[in-house]
């Protein structure tokens, strides 16, 4: 039982350590860190468990043991929390490690047929397609890019023939109404990443996707994408 509550102790002394050090260097050395680490973004979803972790840090540190032992044992939950904490300061999170990387995702080429590009959509509830001609990104196909294409041609015949060719001026990346594009360096932070999305609106778009490359330029070679799904499934784990 003390092996236990001395593990969590540790790892509150470490995780205070590590706070310290990675986002508050100029504190004073009594000051209490934990209170400030609940308003980094990174730490931000364990708020509350972090709250309660240092009540019972106090607890046992100004209260004596009882015949040598603690009178309170932390959970394993709580262990396992701390050290999480501790891994997310000293080793926090990239956004590419929850991006659907490029060789997972859907891409198409610019004369592929649009029928069929829509049956894979539809069938594995694809949102946004990166178009390609040859090598070179020339825009993304969505359902905004129909709906585009219609407000200008306010008519639409699509055949088995038809490829994506025939929307090419509405599948560029500015060339979207009602949503827009953002990209992001390959070393950007997975907590900047979901701030993009929480500032998600910008000239009356929506912000449909992050797409990942190695300086965040558009015009570089697709490393990954991460949308709101993506955001919350990691929020989740």
């Known amino acids: ?52 972790c240092r009540v019972v840090r106090n607890f046992l540190t100004h209260n004596p043991k009882v015949g040598g032992v603690y009178p309170i044992v932390p959970s394993q939950e709580m262990i396992h929390l701390l050290r999480h904490c501790v891994n997310v300061i000293v080793n926090p999170p990239l956004a590419i490690d929850y ?39 020339i825009g993304v196909f969505s359902e905004n890019t129909v709906y585009s294409y219609m407000c200008c041609k306010n008519d639409i015949h699509i055949s088995e023939n038809t490829t994506l060719r025939e929307f090419i001026d509405y599948l560029p990346i500015d060339k979207h109404i009602n949503e827009y594009f953002s990209f992001i360096p390959k070393k950007m932070l997975l907590h900047e990443a979901e701030e993009l999305f929480k500032h998600n609106f910008e000239n009356n778009k929506l912000l449909a996707a992050v797409y990942i490359t190695e300086n965040g330029r558009s015009n570089e070679p697709i490393l990954g994408m991460l949308t709101h799904w993506d955001i919350l499934l990691s929020e989740y784990n």
């Open 1 to 52: 039982m003390n092996h236990q509550t001395e593990k969590f102790l540790q790892l509150y002394k470490e995780l205070e350590y590590e706070g310290r050090r990675v986002y508050f260097p100029s504190a004073k050395e009594n000051e209490s860190i934990i209170g400030r680490l609940l308003c980094v973004p990174q730490l931000k979803a364990y708020k509350d468990d972090l709250d309660y």
């Open 99 to 137: 991006a659907i990387p490029i060789k997972k995702m859907f891409t198409v080429k610019i004369d592929s047929c649009i029928m069929e590009t829509v049956k894979i959509m539809n069938k594995f509830t694809y949102t946004h397609v990166p178009v390609y001609d040859e090598e070179k990104l």
